[in-house]
């Protein structure tokens, strides 16, 4: 029995070797559009044909901040086998948090000039700051809570989840509950964090303007570095001794357990990391999308972010990303061409990829690739 | 069984709807005390209706209102009909002549049939260009109501005079009190006679002596009419009389207890029948869930074909609302099982054991069947017209009713249920159902053949959902994102109650309804949401299989 | 991601190429989505306006071009999209948003590019961008006038002030409160409720409404309410038995459009708040409909209020384009003051120089076809007030971007400053 447990970790070793490949391609890919966008942004005047304009950098910033999002919910899914339905929570989290930070910096910029209240708190006659807005003003601060809030949401929960052993489709419910009451939450106004409108009219970020060119290429290669860091981070994480309990505890979590593991502490610990990689991802959408609101907390977003994985491969880390890439960009191509048809594509999606291809698009190539290793009959995976 | 329960019901909701819709007869020409000038003045100075009526055509609103006042002096009750159009907005003139006239619209076309407003004399129809209506508003019909009821004060119809009685104590003039007390002698109805002495010691309330104030107050102690207990703590704040504000006083907290108590029911009923809806959205998905295993995302989709179903039967038997919507029923039911059988033929049986991508995949054909509704029916929300026999309240009392649909949704959430417990504990279908739901391999070396069990068992949870879809039309928007407002909902249910246990449903269906209403008054619609929502996780935390966990072999 | 750098690339090089001989026209309007329900009505109004102008020979004789995009109801994609309009498709102007999130999603973008945009939605007001039409009504062109109606011609007396939680009603009924206030009315006469986007349930709310209804004063419900959450209202009011004339609700947010998915039974004797009703008589205004029906092929669809204000905005940016003889934002801006329009109802709508319009208010009562009777209007049209005067903090600003000692949307009259300013 063991030694067949024994066989899943070679064959997944085998998994990091090839995405060993995977791995050199994507990070060459990443520096090479990095330089490219520095180049054709900066550098090229903006009558040339060459030149990158900065939507599209925004766009392409976008889409890495939605593939480090994605990644974090494969490192929880594909290598854990928790579905979490309420990634999107963490993420929003992270970006109100780095929204609140660039509301402080507005300062008495704002249109009632208002050197401490944002406006949407003037027009409502809020007399004075909300406790929990104290200290956004500090970069560090800001920071520090971009990562504790969803981590330690996630602590909180992952250690009533886990412990009790709410496992499999109940966990996914819960955490689909979870981002759904946060969407409620924050759409009442007196949260304080805007209600619907969320936080927006943001103007610098320390101390560059927003709205110039070069602190949207800053940014564009900030998350670029930070999708880089995060993906070996995750990678060295999920090779080490921790990993490979993870991994066997996606396989045979009660087999994991009697062998003497705490499975509970090692997939709250994970879902900690998840989570907070998620609030990374949010704070650096928010500076380069520009606005946060609520409907970042909708289960509907949760979900897709499942399907970016799905559709990319679940279990390599690269194909989440390139699931998130992908996806997104069909949808920003596809919705401009058909909007009526975007629904029924991506519907269509969901079923085709999990009936069809519970690998994803990296589980194809690599199926083609491992041809001369003898066949590989094992597709799915019990993921409860 | 159902059927006997759909006849059975039709001829109580009709003898209902009969009691407290009497049609609208016209008062009989009582007499009103309109006093003839009988002075033998020259015919031309003297208005008449007819000199008065014309001014009515081309009218502006502030005019419409002197005319009106005008028209009640010189008509009385010939100018009944005339006001009784002008309310129902069908008093219009003819653009020629300026003739008044009572239109109706000939079914859906833009033919007009005319009456002559004063003599009811029939004019022929004719198109809507050549007609223009006579402007009203809110206030003018207001006045207007208090006019007719005036004149019904005296009508044969027991329920006519009564709402006369009400709406005319509202509005204690003078000359209302000496219609009154006219009426009270020739009264022979008891409840009639007695609300006409409440409305009289109102009266006395402000007029009477001491002794008379006391003995109103004495009765109108207890009474749950507001305008009673506004009269009573006007009394409270104005009356000099130190005894009296006293008596008034406790009055009014016997009252006041009573609203309370009635508050406290009122809120519970509202709490059932959230229970009731939640009860019907979460059947389906306690069967696809909780006995297959199968997580159906789908699921509000199935409730949202349901509802336009329903609406599509309207549509087909536009003259028939009431029918309707009993037709739509078993029609509904059959098309999400429909539905529900296609999903898990093609899609669903593909996955077995593997709930995750299940839930996946149904998510994505939950997207495809909302845009499949938007593409044929538009993005817009369909109207789905309350047959007549729901529309309305059973009142129980002045300060607490309910209302049609809810009682008739939350007696048809309890009847659904039943008979999905009927199903499932004594048909052949509930017991291979629940053979395959405890031991799957087992049940297949027995000869069941497991697949069509699921298949039908799939139908069967979908067209639950259908059935829900039905009643939900009832009371929200049939529109594409109607399944997607109760999803979350219906897994909350379905996992607090316990997953495998219809009362589990039943009772957690229930108990979040009230909880939910009893939060709502204190803490506001969202927050109570998020506190419920709160509860659930942290209870499930505690208790991970819910409240009525599954014992047994079949819980692992 | 070779693929998607040098899609971009192609992209940008086909959009440098395209010749600028027509003048383009921006429509950012949500076609899919939760507000693609309102919002596809306005990007057909806007392309049946394009198409209209053009059969007259255009604009500074170049033709005109309708350029749609779909935002898709999601914010931050509003703020993409219009990126997109102005950068890629170098649009001259933009006519979109509908939700008060979108229009400050994209707000900062049409600064940055200087762009221009017109935004036909009443709104909470509380804004005036130098790069922002509001043709639509503020609260002084809505909200105001309808308490007005309620409080002298029907002698309303206790209010319950019923919204959706979102910024609009928030504001709206701050403002009102204020108001109510200022003109008498106590504390303990106003009852204040938000609900959740698309409440269903109104059981507790509708007999709470009902029993603050029942203490003797004539009482009245100001709705903000929004879209979907609507009919469960109006079903929940007529059947605890509450009719209009017992307690008339007055709606901003339900008009002609939302009532055609509406069971109109309960709804009847209700009021709603507008500049602008399809039941409006004048030759304009038949004539509108008349085309309108034509270029939708439907002869049931409606006309409402906010197509109303896109006609406006849009009649007014092609006399300002002529005024200015250019399509720069910078010469078309100045060029707008002033100008003045003939609107749906038989006035003129002027442009003032806080950007907004003046407009007639206009009170209806929902009759059973889903059109309404208008019961009431004011003698003449309203000039919309960016800042409030009802709240303390707004009462102190007041926007112009014509004077030049002034030239912002948000002067300081106390401290003489204008902040925020992004130029």
Redesign the interface.
């Known amino acids: 029995m063991s030694s067949s447990l024994m066989n899943k970790l070679g064959h997944d070793r085998q998994a990091f070797l090839l995405s060993d490949t995977g791995s050199k391609v994507f990070l060459s890919l990443l520096v090479i559009m990095s330089l490219l966008v520095i180049v054709g942004n900066l550098m090229i005047p903006e009558t040339s044909a060459l030149h990158i304009s900065t939507y599209t950098v925004t766009l392409l910033g976008k889409y890495l901040c939605f593939a480090l999002l994605a990644m974090s919910v494969d490192v929880i899914w594909g290598y854990c086998g928790i579905l979490s339905l309420g990634h999107g929570a963490f993420f929003a989290l992270g970006g109100y948090g780095m929204g609140m930070y660039l509301m402080r910096q507005i300062g008495d910029r704002g249109v009632y000039g208002d050197p401490l209240l944002p406006d949407f708190m003037v027009f409502l006659n809020w007399q004075e700051l909300p406790w929990f807005w104290y200290g956004f003003d500090q970069f560090w601060f800001a920071m520090l809570m971009i990562l504790l809030v969803p981590g330690l949401l996630a602590f909180v929960f992952g250690w009533l989840a886990f412990r009790s052993r709410v496992t499999g489709v109940y966990l996914s419910i819960m955490t689909q509950a979870l981002t759904y009451a946060l969407l409620l939450a924050f759409f009442r106004n007196e949260m304080g964090f805007g209600g619907n409108n969320g936080l927006t009219d943001f103007k610098d970020i320390v101390g560059q303007d927003l709205q110039a060119d070069s602190t949207r290429v800053s940014l564009f290669v900030i998350s670029a570095i930070v999708l880089a860091f995060a993906y070996l981070l995750s990678r060295w994480i999920l090779q080490s001794k921790f990993g490979r309990v993870i991994i066997s505890i996606r396989d045979a979590e009660a087999r994991t357990r009697f062998l003497g593991y705490r499975t509970e502490s090692y997939k709250v610990w994970l879902f900690v990391y998840s989570a907070v990689l998620a609030g990374i991802a949010g704070a650096l959408y928010v500076p380069q999308v520009g606005i946060i609101n609520p409907s970042e907390f909708a289960p509907l977003n949760s979900i897709e972010v499942v399907v970016w994985v799905a559709v990319g491969g679940r279990g390599t880390l690269y194909g989440a990303i390139a699931g998130a890439i992908l996806v997104n960009f069909a949808k920003t191509r596809f919705t401009a061409i058909f909007p009526e048809a975007w629904l029924f594509a991506l519907g269509g999606l969901f079923v085709v990829v999990t009936v069809f291809l519970p690998k994803g698009i990296v589980g194809l190539l690599a199926k083609r690739n491992k041809k001369n290793n003898g066949p590989d009959n094992k597709v799915a995976e019990a993921d409860v | 069984m159902l059927l006997r329960f759909t006849y059975h019901s039709v001829l109580r909701l009709l003898f209902v709807f009969a009691a407290c819709y009497p049609f609208n007869s016209m008062a009989q020409d009582v007499l009103v005390p309109v006093l003839s000038e009988g002075n033998g003045s020259i015919e031309d100075t003297v208005p008449t209706i007819a000199s008065v009526s014309e001014r009515l055509a081309g009218a502006k609103l502030k005019e419409v209102a002197a005319i009106v006042n005008e028209l009640e002096t010189v008509g009385g009750t010939q100018v009944l009909p005339l006001f009784q159009a002008l309310i129902d907005g069908d008093l219009f003139y003819t653009k020629g002549d300026k003739r008044i006239v009572i239109a109706k619209r000939i079914d859906s076309s833009k033919q007009y049939l005319l009456k002559d407003a004063i003599s009811g004399d029939e004019l022929g129809t004719v198109e809507k260009k050549k007609i223009r209506k006579v402007k009203t508003n809110n206030r003018l019909r207001s006045g207007i109501r208090t006019t007719i009821a005036r004149l019904h004060l005296f009508s044969d119809d027991v329920s006519l005079r009564q709402g006369a009685i009400s709406n005319m104590s509202e509005k204690l003039t003078q000359d209302n009190v000496n219609l009154l007390l006219q009426a009270k002698q020739t009264e022979k109805n008891k409840s009639v006679r007695a609300s006409i002495e409440v409305a009289l010691a109102m009266y006395q309330l402000d007029a009477g002596e001491r002794s008379e104030k006391l003995a109103a107050i004495g009765l109108l102690k207890g009474n749950l009419d507001p305008t009673v207990r506004n009269k009573l703590a006007t009394v409270v704040e104005s009356e000099s009389d130190k005894s009296i504000a006293q008596a008034a006083a406790a009055a009014l907290k016997t009252i006041e207890g009573k609203i309370t108590f009635y508050g406290y029911l009122e809120t519970l009923f509202f709490g059932l029948s959230l229970g009731s809806v939640l009860l019907l959205v979460a059947a389906g998905l306690a069967i696809t869930f909780g006995v297959m295993g199968v997580i159906n995302m789908a699921h509000g989709e199935m409730i949202m074909l349901g509802a336009y179903t329903t609406y599509v039967i309207q549509l087909l038997m536009p003259n028939h609302i009431a029918l309707s919507i009993f037709i739509a029923i078993p029609a509904a039911f059959i098309v999400s099982a429909l539905f529900g059988i296609l999903i898990e033929r093609g899609v669903i049986q593909f996955l077995k054991g593997r709930p995750l991508e299940t839930l996946l995949a149904t998510f994505g054909i939950s997207l495809i069947l909302q845009q499949f509704v938007r593409s044929i029916f538009s993005p817009l929300n369909r109207q789905v017209a309350t047959p007549e026999f729901m529309s309305g309240a059973l009142e129980i009392n002045s300060v607490f009713s309910i209302t049609y649909n809810r009682l008739y949704i939350l007696v048809f959430a309890l009847l659904v249920f039943f008979i999905l417990q009927l199903i499932l504990k004594k048909t052949s279908l509930g017991l291979n159902v629940r053979a395959v739901s405890q031991n799957r391999d087992m049940a297949k070396a027995m000869g069941i053949r497991t697949e069509w069990v699921d298949a039908l068992t799939f139908g069967l949870g979908s067209g639950i959902a259908g059935l829900a879809g039905v009643a939900l039309s009832q009371i929200t928007n049939v529109g594409p994102n109607l399944g997607q407002a109760y999803i979350i909902d219906s897994f909350m249910v379905v996992v607090f109650g316990g997953v495998g246990n219809l009362w589990g449903t039943l009772v957690g269906g229930f108990s979040l309804g009230v909880l939910n209403k009893f939060l709502e008054p204190a803490t506001g619609a969202v927050l109570a949401k998020i506190i419920v929502l709160v509860g659930i996780i942290l209870f499930i935390q505690k208790r991970p299989r819910g409240l009525f966990p599954q014992k047994g072999r079949a819980a692992e | 991601?070779?693929k998607?750098?040098s899609a971009?690339?192609l992209s940008?090089?086909a959009s440098?190429t395209m010749a600028a001989d027509t003048i383009k026209v921006g429509v950012l309007h949500s076609?899919?989505g939760?507000m693609?329900?309102s919002e596809?009505t306005l990007k057909d109004t806007v392309l049946m306006m394009v198409e209209d102008q053009n059969k007259k020979g255009g604009l500074l004789g170049k033709k005109l071009e309708a350029v749609v995009?779909?935002p898709?109801s999601?914010?931050?994609l509003f703020?993409?999209k219009a990126?997109?309009l102005l950068?890629?498709e170098k649009v001259d102007v933009i006519f979109g948003s509908w939700?008060?999130?979108s229009r400050?999603?994209v707000?900062?973008?049409i600064e940055?590019l200087n762009g221009l945009m017109f935004y036909p939605v009443q709104y909470e007001g509380?804004?005036s961008s130098k790069n922002i039409f509001y043709t639509g009504a503020a609260p002084n062109q809505q909200a105001i006038p309808a308490v007005d109606y309620l409080m002298n011609?029907?002698e309303v007396k206790r209010w319950v002030l019923a919204g959706t939680?979102?910024?609009y009603p928030?504001?709206t009924n701050?403002i009102l409160e204020a108001y109510l206030k200022s003109k008498g009315v106590a504390e303990k006469d106003i009852m204040i409720?938000?609900?959740?986007?698309?409440?269903?349930?109104w059981?507790?709310?509708v007999?709470?409404v009902k029993?603050f209804g029942?203490?003797?004063k004539k009482t009245a419900v100001v709705s903000t309410i929004n879209g979907?959450a609507n009919?469960?209202f109006y079903?929940?009011l007529?059947?605890?038995?509450i009719s209009?004339?017992d307690i008339?609700v007055v709606a901003f947010s339900v008009g002609e459009e939302e009532l055609?998915?509406?069971?109109t039974?309960?709804l009847?004797?209700h009021?709603a708040a507008w500049n602008y009703f399809q039941s409006a008589e004048a030759d304009v205004n038949d004539e509108f409909i008349a085309k309108w029906k034509a270029f939708i092929k439907d002869d049931k669809r409606v006309t409402n209020d906010p197509m109303e204000a896109t006609y406006i905005g849009f009649k007014a940016w092609a006399k300002a384009v002529e005024k200015a003889g250019s399509t720069e934002v910078d010469k078309v801006r100045p060029a707008m003051y002033g100008i003045e329009v003939a609107n749906l109802t038989g006035g003129t709508a002027k442009v003032l120089s806080n950007h907004h319009f003046t407009k007639p208010v206009l009170i209806g009562?929902i009759?059973?076809d889903g059109q309404f009777?208008i019961?009431?209007s004011t003698e003449k049209e309203v000039a919309g007030d960016a800042w409030t005067d009802h709240?303390t903090?707004?009462a102190k600003?007041v926007a112009n971007w014509q004077d030049p000692k002034i030239n912002c949307?948000?002067y300081?009259t106390e401290?003489k400053?204008c902040?925020?300013q992004?130029y």
Not at chain 3, 195 to 200: E, K, L, Q, R, V
């Open positions: 991601m070779k998607l750098l971009c690339a940008l090089v440098v076609l899919s939760t693609a329900i596809t995009v779909d898709a999601n914010w931050p703020a993409e990126r997109e950068v890629k939700t008060s999130v400050k999603s707000l900062p973008v940055e509380e804004e011609d029907l939680d979102y910024v928030r504001t701050k409720n938000y609900t959740p986007f698309g409440h269903s349930d059981q507790g709310i007999s709470s029993k029942s203490e003797g979907d009919v469960p079903k929940e007529g059947n605890q038995g209009a004339e008339p055609s998915g509406f069971d039974k309960p009847l004797g009021l009562e009759q059973e009777e019961v009431w709240l903090e707004s600003i949307g948000n300081n401290t400053k902040s925020g992004n």
